[in-house]
């Protein structure tokens, strides 16, 4: 079982909709918790951090946190075509220790 | 936030060369940075961990030997990759931690696309 499973997709809703996607680990010690964007042949964007279990929202996005289920999601609420991109999650155990990433969901918005 | 650049953004060399890849933290200082590479259509795994003015950290599996890594100030680590081969073709990703913010975030430089003939 690898450590980060997240469904890679690919992912298509019409503008507007609201995205869920999600990853789960298997690592108790995990409790740092990101999602980063990621365009075609860039390097990766934080969007959310959250520190152990909880909730976070910024705007059209929300990432949650379920440490006993060991389960985390991002929702895109009103999604647009320019959040057409690749969603990684990634996580940590230890402050300044590198992260361990899912292998990415690729969402597609039309318009 | 904060930001971390990499050059160069892409190249393209003969198997057998080596390429120099530098990471430089713009804004602030990290004593730590970390080395990615990313096949197509493939998560980020990491390669190794750079800690300034110390060698640097190597996953299992990762030669290294043939990727040197050197963290010589806070604010620059760089990868070469030796005696490149078709194989090596990937995209290189670096990041750092901003020890000035409390979260416990990694900011990424833009990549550099590797493609070796």
């Known amino acids: 079982q690898k450590e980060v499973e997240q469904d890679p997709g690919p992912l298509s809703v019409p503008e507007g909709a609201i995205v869920s996607l999600n990853c789960t680990y298997s690592?108790?010690?995990?409790?740092?918790f990101m999602w980063y964007r990621q365009y075609s042949r860039k390097g990766p964007e934080l969007l959310m951090y959250?520190?152990?279990?909880g909730n976070k929202e910024d705007g059209r996005f929300t990432a949650q946190v379920d440490k006993s289920s060991k389960y985390i999601s991002l929702f895109i609420r009103d999604s647009q075509p320019s959040d057409s991109a690749t969603y990684l999650c990634?996580?940590?155990?230890?402050?300044?220790?590198?992260?361990?990433f899912g292998k990415g969901t690729t969402l597609s918005v039309s318009s | 936030g904060a930001v971390v650049s990499q050059h160069p953004s892409r190249v393209i060399c003969k198997s057998g060369t080596s390429v120099k890849i530098e990471c430089r933290s713009l804004?602030?200082?990290?004593?730590?940075m970390f080395w990615y590479r990313q096949f197509p259509k493939q998560s980020l795994m990491l390669m190794a961990t750079?800690?300034?003015?110390?060698?640097?950290?190597?996953e299992q599996g990762v030669e290294k030997d043939k990727f040197l890594i050197n963290h010589a100030s806070l604010t620059l680590s760089t990868l070469t990759v030796t005696s490149a081969h078709p194989e090596d073709s990937s995209f290189y990703i670096c990041?750092?931690?901003?020890?000035?913010?409390?979260?416990?975030?990694?900011?990424f430089g833009p990549g550099t696309r590797l493609l070796v003939l």
């Open positions: 990041s750092a931690n901003d020890g000035r913010r409390s979260e416990e975030t990694q900011y």
């Open positions: 690592n108790s010690a995990f409790q740092y």
């Open positions: 959250t520190y152990s279990s």
């Open positions: 990634a996580m940590s155990g230890q402050a300044g220790t590198a992260l361990i």
């Open positions: 804004d602030f200082q990290a004593t730590t």
């Open positions: 750079s800690n300034e003015g110390s060698k640097a950290t190597y």
